[in-house]
């Protein structure tokens, strides 16, 4: 027979534990939590520009053309039209 406890209950069992040892613990327990997430979710905001800049990156570098030497001759060898 195996026995299943659900994360929350889990959870709770815990926290009924740390606040009969002191009130400060769940503070910070509770204080740890948020600041994981907030982490988590900091990550996640990252990977996501990270990986939008990579692919506008790779798009634009398909469709670059980069300019030579012999380009920049024949655009200087023609004169200016007058304004």
Aim: glycine share 0%.
């Amino acid at each position: 027979m195996s026995l299943v406890i659900c994360a929350d209950a889990a959870a709770a069992v815990v926290a009924v534990a740390m606040t009969a040892y002191s009130p400060s613990v769940l503070a910070m327990n509770e204080m740890l939590r948020q600041q994981l997430h907030m982490t988590r979710e900091f990550i996640s905001v990252q990977r996501r520009l990270h990986h939008e800049l990579v692919t506008s990156l790779h798009s634009a570098a398909e469709s670059h053309r980069y300019t030579t030497l012999s380009d920049t001759r024949r655009v200087s060898s023609t004169p200016l039209s007058p304004v």
